[in-house]
């Protein structure tokens, strides 16, 4: 069984950083799709950015030059450094974890690529 806890959530005025961490534990190997999504109030889960192995990530076009994605394997860790915060950045935001190590760079920013997710952490940035 995989489970993700997220920690690092808080609230920051807008020009702020945050930086979000995801703990991965179970079977997970490096080729499995890792991803943070967010979700604000009365709006749709969208995908942030993903990770798989070393090389491929990917970032919706509203965090790029902001946001930066990695993972520490040895601590199985999934990180997201946030920059440059801005209030629309507002949101639950959750870790998750693609079962599949068949990757899709068309899915790695669906939320239904995603089988393991964690229970989330707010971020709120104030203008």
């Known amino acids: 069984q995989v489970q993700l806890v997220e920690s690092g959530g808080g609230s920051v005025q807008a020009g702020g950083s945050l930086t979000l961490s995801c703990v991965v534990s179970?079977?997970?190997?490096?080729?499995?799709?890792l991803a943070w999504f967010r979700q604000a109030p009365v709006k749709e889960r969208e995908g942030v950015a993903a990770?798989?192995?070393?090389?491929?990530?990917r970032f919706a076009d509203s965090v790029k030059g902001r946001f930066t994605i990695s993972k520490d394997n040895g601590e199985n860790t999934l990180t997201l450094e946030m920059e440059n915060l801005k209030p629309e950045d507002t949101a639950m935001y959750y870790c998750a974890a693609s079962a599949t190590d068949d990757v899709s760079w068309s899915a790695l920013l669906r939320s239904d690529y995603y089988n393991y997710w964690g229970q989330g952490t707010q971020v709120t940035v104030s203008s």
């Open positions: 990770i798989v192995g070393r090389t491929i990530r």
């Open positions: 179970g079977s997970m190997n490096n080729h499995h799709p």
